[in-house]
């Protein structure tokens, strides 16, 4: 990959869509982690304004640190930054508290998990309402469009997405080109929705150069009997994912009415 080429690439699409669409800059999560830490920097790097917010809810300490870190590391080598800090957590319990009760708390773990998602991302166009910003995804292609890695409506509800077109791995590299800083390059890749140090591998069961093995693999149109041992279990865990998102990654079904019944 053209690294410098492709930073450029992206900074200039992101400054044109703004410009184009009369909007003043960005507003983006930031998480600790490194999605949000490239697409972040490569705001930045418009020199249009980029509002950071960090939303913590019952968050991993060492998941605080590095977002407040990074964003940090933004404002000393950036002058359009701002922050902005909101807990969440009072919001996310008050919330639980309203809720029915269940039988076994396990039931509702994953519910619970994107319901955080979407407290973030409804606090996120609060203040893009406010600032008249766009809301920058942080999604990169193995999880927007191979195994559907996200929350419906939470971390999946953006405006624009700068690096939905890079694999992972291609984001790591991008992500050392732009000098981000080492306790986020290191960082094990984790969605945060747990309150926890579980990974994203600990939650599918593969990890990402492994995934995107197996999404060009599907690409090529191999299937799992093509394959054996650990191959196999890491096509058919991508393929498990990728059939049961398939409602993130395609349009919303509409029940069209037949002309002859209007």
Known sequence: MKTEKVVDHIVHWLKNYAEQAKIKGFVIGVSGGIDSAVTSTLCARTGLPLLCLEMPIHQAENQVTRALKHIAWLGENYDNISVQQVNLTPVFDSLVSSLPEVDQEEDRFMSLANTRARLRMTTLYYFAALEGYLVAGTGNKVEDFGVGFYTKYGDGGVD??????LLKTEVYEIAEHL?????????????GLWGDDRTDEDQIGASYPELEWAMQMDNEGKKAADFEGRKKEVF???????????????????????????
């Open 160 to 165: 624009i997405s700068p690096i939905a077109d």
């Open 236 to 262: 058919e865990i991508y393929k498990r994912f990728n059939n049961a998102n398939k409602h993130k990654m395609l349009p919303i079904p509409v029940c069209e009415i037949p002309e002859a019944l209007k």
């Open 179 to 191: 000098g981000i800083i080492r306790e986020i390059l290191v960082a094990p890749p984790t969605d």
